[in-house]
């Protein structure tokens, strides 16, 4: 695939952001040399080679859930300013 100067232009529409012309000659170049770095990995031989989405086995690391026994409500609000029915009283944020 060539870069060409239209496709540069219609790539910053989509990206919502305008590039000046020595931007745009300088991103052009460097797209076309990603594009040929593709082109040479799309060289190598892949068959046999499984497809992975990590390079290591990836395993859950979470931890049980266990349930315990909470706290109750008057001993959450202890050591608040203000509190009322077991619940913070805070500034109104919101009018």
């Given amino acids: 695939m060539q870069i ?9 529409s989509l990206a ?5 012309e020595d931007e745009e000659k300088k991103v052009g170049t ?4 990603i594009l040929t770095y593709i082109d040479m990995l799309n060289e190598l031989d892949t068959n046999g ?21 909470s706290m109750l409500p008057e001993e959450i609000v202890a050591n608040a300013p203000e509190s009322s029915d077991g619940a913070f009283v805070v500034p109104k944020t919101v009018e």
């Avoid at 060409?4 to 910053?12: A, F, G, R, V």
């Avoid at 460097?30 to 040399?33: A, C, E, G, I």
Wanted: aromatic share 8%; charged share 25%.
């Fill in 16 to 20: 919502r952001i305008s590039l000046t």
């Fill in 30 to 33: 460097q797209l076309q040399d």
């Fill in 49 to 69: 080679v499984e497809a992975m989405s990590h390079s290591f086995p990836v395993t859950n690391v979470f931890r049980k859930d266990v349930i315990k026994p």
């Fill in 4 to 12: 060409t100067p239209d496709l540069i232009k219609y790539l910053e």
